[in-house]
Each structure stands twice: as C-alpha cells, then as structure tokens.
C-alpha cells in the first residue's frame, strides 16, 4: 500500500511543529489519544452492526472527523463512503467495509506509530 495514500505528511508536520519543544510528546499524545478513541469507537460499531442501529452514523461521522484532524485522509474517506451507506439505509455490504475501515485504521495507526 502507499503510505502518502493514508496520511498527509504536510498536516503531520504542521502538528509536530505546535509542540515548543524539541521533541515530539504533543505529536505522540495525539496518535496515543487517537488510537484510544478509534478503537472505542471501532468496537462499538463492531456491536452495534448485527442490529443495524442507526446510531453507528454518528460513530462513523465521529471517525471521520478524528481521521482528518489527524491527518489520516484515506480513512476519513472510508468513513465518509460508509457514512453514505448508512444515509441512503445500505446495509447490504456494510460489514465488509467496516473490515475495510478496521484494515485502513491499522495501517494507518502503524504509519502514525512510525512518525513519533
């Protein structure tokens, strides 16, 4: 997979350049809290799917979201294809790109992991 397709090197560099400091614990506190919060997240859609709850559009809109500020573009438009599923009621093959987003986030959390 290419790495420039998941993260915006330009954006992680902007956020690396707000720490004061030489060194990059703002960055690593920021990949540690978005790892945090997507796994909570990924999870609870994990559960909510085999009832197809409606509420897993805001866990969706609530990735899509993290992801861009994060920097993570490719799995913000995960989220963003999925979250149009959901709007339009297609359940059809949401399971398979849940697995799609699980796969992206883990990528993309090794490629943030390998920026700290």
Same mark, same amino acid.
């Given at each position: 997979?290419? *790495?420039?397709? &998941?993260?915006? *090197?330009?954006?992680?560099?902007?956020?690396? %350049?707000?720490?004061?400091? $030489?060194?990059?614990? &703002? &960055?690593?506190?920021?990949?540690?809290? &978005?790892? %945090?919060?997507? $796994?909570?997240?990924?999870? /609870?859609?994990? @559960?909510? +799917?085999? !009832?197809?709850?409606?509420?897993?559009?805001? +866990?969706?809109? !609530?990735? @899509?979201?993290?992801?861009?500020?994060?920097? =993570?573009?490719?799995?913000?438009?995960?989220?963003? %294809? +999925?979250? !149009? @599923?959901?709007? /339009? %009621?297609?359940?059809?093959?949401? $399971?398979?790109?849940?697995?799609?987003?699980?796969?992206?986030?883990?990528? !993309?959390?090794?490629?943030?992991? =390998?920026?700290?």
């Amino acid at each position: 997979m290419n *790495f420039e397709k &998941f993260i915006d *090197f330009d954006f992680i560099e902007e956020i690396k %350049n707000l720490n004061e400091d $030489e060194n990059d614990s &703002f &960055f690593i506190e920021i990949v540690d809290e &978005f790892q %945090n919060q997507c $796994e909570n997240l990924i999870e /609870n859609i994990k @559960k909510l +799917i085999p !009832t197809k709850d409606l509420s897993i559009l805001k +866990i969706i809109h !609530t990735i @899509k979201g993290i992801s861009a500020n994060m920097g =993570a573009l490719y799995l913000s438009q995960i989220a963003i %294809n +999925i979250e !149009t @599923k959901l709007k /339009n %009621n297609d359940w059809e093959n949401i $399971e398979a790109s849940i697995k799609q987003l699980e796969d992206v986030y883990e990528e !993309t959390l090794k490629q943030l992991n =390998a920026l700290k």
